[in-house]
């Protein structure tokens, strides 16, 4: 069995040595092995899917297809019909948007978001109470970043017709009770969105226990390539809903006047589609796999672990989120009195180490924690103890290279 390290071993920038790489939350790093199976595409396959009829198009056809089919399975074994490839989370969730949400959202309707969601997750639900006027209505987390019961119950009412949610914070790295707000949104007769954008690369993902009816998630979070993202969407719901691209290969017949839509889930992937990545994201799902998500959720509370316990030694540093590491998804998330997050993220960036400082396109959640910006360390797998003692140390000089 492979150890951490020699997975490690398996990405050029980390196996060097020369960066420590926490922003992982961004982006994650990609295992030669994901490089390869894109690059062996385009080498041996490099061709339209779903056009052609020799023997290049139809092995990229099968490629293309063969990673819908691994999706399905990956988020609980629902049928790839439902599954709608794109470019990412944020591309997903306005599809969503635009293809059900204006259709379906009316005037005097509500539409309940978190106030801790991504701006993917809440402008273009902005968008659509505007076009509609629907009326936002915003979940606030308690002191420890969690949705309570009587905060979901009392603000989900008989008016809510959609209900939009991340699985993980991106800045507390709480998991969302989602099961039981789906649950309870369905009995007002809600539909709900789940971004999971945070929780895929981490957790096992299961939308059928869930109970959403749709999820969305990025690529580019978990080692595959950026640019592919996935959307699932209930196959009754997906059926009755507008395009949300119209152009090649989404149609079934047309003439000068009209045009026939084809089935799903191609009538959501109008134009020439992102094939190699497609397989990059395959074989991400496969390493993933071969990692297996015990490793992962062991090996990321252990360091978010020794991360709070550092950071908790220096009176000048704020913590947000739960004082439980567990509870983080990897994700620490602080601030540093009288310096600012971009300069502690500079400072850092001298001895090669890497974080993420700012709003996290999480503006209303900045602003409900009263912090302009934060500076957030978040690890993977594929990070050690001694590149946190190596950032601990690091990080506890900054104040000293600030002029304190």
């Not at 439902?82 to 470019?87: A, W």
């Not at 989602?178 to 945070?198: L, M, N, P, S, Y």
């Not at 062991?298 to 567990?326: C, F, H, R, V």
């Not at 946190?388 to 990080?395: A, G, S």
Request: charged share 25%; aromatic share 10%; hydrophobic share 40%.
């Amino acid at each position: 069995m492979k150890t951490l390290e020699d997975f490690r071993a398996d990405f050029d920038i980390l196996s060097s040595g020369e960066y420590i790489y926490f922003d992982n939350a961004a982006t994650s790093q990609r295992p030669r092995q994901v490089l390869d199976a894109v690059s062996e595409f385009y080498k041996t396959k490099n061709a339209n899917p779903l056009r052609g009829l020799y023997d290049f198009s139809m092995a990229a056809t099968e490629e293309y297809e063969s990673a819908r089919s691994l999706v399905a399975d990956f988020i609980g074994g629902v049928s790839p019909e439902e599954i709608i490839f794109t470019r990412n989370t944020t591309e997903s969730i306005n599809l969503v948007a635009y293809s059900y949400g204006m259709d379906n959202i009316s005037e005097g309707d509500e539409i309940v978001v978190t106030v801790m969601e991504h701006h993917s997750n809440l402008l273009p639900w902005q968008m659509v109470a505007r076009k509609k006027g629907a009326k936002l209505v915003f979940l606030e987390p308690d002191s420890e970043g969690v949705i309570t019961r009587d905060e979901y119950t009392n603000k989900i009412t008989d008016r809510t017709k959609l209900v939009a949610i991340g699985h993980v914070s991106n800045v507390f790295g709480v998991t969302n009770p989602v099961k039981e707000i789906a649950a309870f949104a369905h009995e007002k007769g809600a539909v709900v969105v789940v971004d999971g954008a945070q929780s895929a690369p981490h957790m096992k993902i299961d939308v059928k226990d869930l109970g959403c009816d749709f999820f969305a998630f990025s690529g580019h979070k978990m080692m595959a390539p950026m640019g592919i993202g996935v959307l699932f969407g209930k196959k009754a719901l997906l059926e009755n809903m507008s395009p949300f691209l119209t152009g090649g290969e989404m149609i079934e017949y047309v003439t000068r006047e009209d045009a026939t839509y084809a089935g799903l889930p191609h009538k959501f992937e109008a134009g020439t589609v992102n094939a190699g990545d497609a397989v990059g994201l395959s074989r991400a799902i496969d390493y993933l796999s071969e990692v297996g998500y015990e490793r992962i959720r062991q090996q990321e509370d252990k360091l978010t672990a020794l991360l709070m316990e550092g950071l908790k030694n220096l009176p000048y540093i704020k913590i947000y989120g739960s004082g439980d590491a567990a509870k983080h998804c990897g994700i620490v998330t602080f601030t540093m009195e009288g310096v600012h997050p971009h300069d502690i993220a500079s400072v850092l960036n001298d001895d090669k180490i890497c974080i993420r400082a700012g709003h996290h396109c999480a503006q209303p959640l900045m602003q409900f924690i009263g912090a302009g910006s934060t500076a957030r360390a978040s690890v993977y797998f594929y990070n050690t103890e001694k590149e946190v003692e190596v950032f601990l140390d690091k990080l506890s000089k900054v104040r000293e290279v600030m002029g304190y």
